[in-house]
């Protein structure tokens, strides 16, 4: 048989027809009906090719109507305006499959807008909360629910720390945040910070972990020695401390309130290491102008006192003075005035009463030191140990 003229397809129809009328031939026309058949199958698959194309290039279409900080969808195309909008004249995400409907609202119950992609939206949750000595212990530092070790007038710091999850994707964490607070101060996790009864962190610092969903917080908090005590002698007994953590995903925050701990009592004062008593004739007597002062430094979250005694007599180069020789008060008065008590080997309670302070500046209190010298058998240099101790006020 001869071949189509310029191996041309489209003239193969016509081609077998003339072969038929040429040859009349039972094998021709079944020749002419393989081609033609064959003719028809081939422009069959080009529509279809053709069909298939354009059904590949409709996610492109969908993905248009996702927003990101530098894109967002306006008039149903993709713009670098940079307003995060999200919002199409004619279309929108209307189902929880995420497929595009004719609303104009980019809205899904499932699905939301995360780096500029479709993702199942949910809510960020926080897997773990815990208050720990160090970073990212992620441990309990008090299993015993009390905070038992204050730094007499300084501060400590602990870890709030943990595990936060979002089923988009850890990326769409964006912040974690936390409130350590005494449960009956005013507005509660919204308290205004002050280091009494509302230590905040804003940020927190995050890390990822293995899971893909998944990022590790640690918030590290200083605790000075004058928050608020809530143990059982403490003014706030029936409250504790709540660690409150709170994790957003840049549109919707999850806080979680559930760790408590109670804070311990702290009774620290700063005394003065010496009681100097300066230089003095034989049988001498101070006076409120020659009596030496005494101040006492609030650095413990309690109100104090002292407990004030002496064991034995003062020894000197010569000589000795008895201990009773010698008197505190709590008002700047003369040997021998009212309020004056002399020491004694059995201890003293002085009711000095160094308040709690309730700002970064420390409560002080004043004792004030008397001394009557002996008429004769004394000379040189005298010393004696005063025993003051720190009591609950």
Not at 5 to 11: E, F, G
Not at 40 to 61: C, D, E, F, Q, Y
Not at 155 to 178: F, K, L, P, Y
Not at 214 to 230: F, G, L, M, N
Request: charged share 10%.
């Amino acid at each position: 048989m001869v071949s189509p003229a310029n191996n041309n397809p489209n003239n193969l129809g016509l081609y077998v027809w003339n072969a038929c009328r040429d040859y009349s031939c039972k094998d021709c026309a079944h020749e002419a009906f393989y081609y033609f058949f064959f003719m028809k199958r081939a422009i069959v698959s080009r529509v279809i090719g053709i069909t298939l194309s354009l059904l590949m290039m409709m996610p492109t279409g969908i993905q248009a109507q996702s927003s990101s900080a530098n894109y967002t969808v306006e008039g149903d195309t993709l713009n670098a305006a940079g307003n995060n909008t999200g919002n199409s004249t004619n279309y929108g995400i209307v189902d929880t499959t995420g497929e595009v409907g004719g609303d104009g609202a980019l809205a899904s119950a499932n699905y939301g807008i995360a780096d500029g992609f479709l993702s199942a939206e949910g809510l960020p949750t926080i897997s773990s909360v815990y208050l720990s000595n160090s970073a990212n212990a992620l441990t309990d530092g008090y299993p015993a629910g009390v905070i038992n070790d204050l730094s007499a007038g300084s501060t400590i710091v602990r870890h709030i720390n943990g595990v936060v999850r979002h089923e988009s994707g850890r990326e769409a964490i964006t912040t974690v945040s936390t409130v350590f607070y005494r449960s009956g101060v005013s507005g509660a996790q919204g308290c205004v910070a002050n280091n009494n009864n509302c230590l905040r962190v804003g940020s927190c610092t995050l890390a990822n972990t293995s899971d893909l969903k998944e990022k590790a917080y640690d918030c590290s908090i200083t605790v000075p020695y004058y928050v608020d005590a809530t143990d059982a002698s403490s003014s706030y007994a029936a409250q504790n401390w709540v660690v409150s953590v709170s994790v957003t995903d840049g549109s919707t925050t999850v806080s979680d309130h559930s760790t408590t701990k109670e804070m311990g009592t702290l009774l620290a004062l700063g005394i003065p290491n010496f009681i100097a008593l300066g230089e003095h004739a034989l049988g001498n007597e101070t006076t409120a102008g020659t009596n030496v002062g005494y101040t006492l430094t609030q650095e413990g979250n309690g109100q104090a006192d002292v407990e004030v005694s002496m064991a034995d007599d003062m020894t000197c180069t010569i000589g000795s003075i008895p201990k009773a020789n010698i008197q505190w008060s709590l008002a700047d008065v003369a040997y021998g005035g009212s309020g004056t008590n002399a020491l004694s080997a059995t201890g003293s309670d002085t009711n000095v009463g160094v308040v709690r302070q309730t700002s970064s500046t420390p409560t002080t209190g004043a004792l004030y030191w008397n001394l009557r010298t002996p008429s004769s058998g004394l000379a040189g240099n005298c010393n004696g140990t005063t025993i003051i101790t720190t009591i609950a006020g």
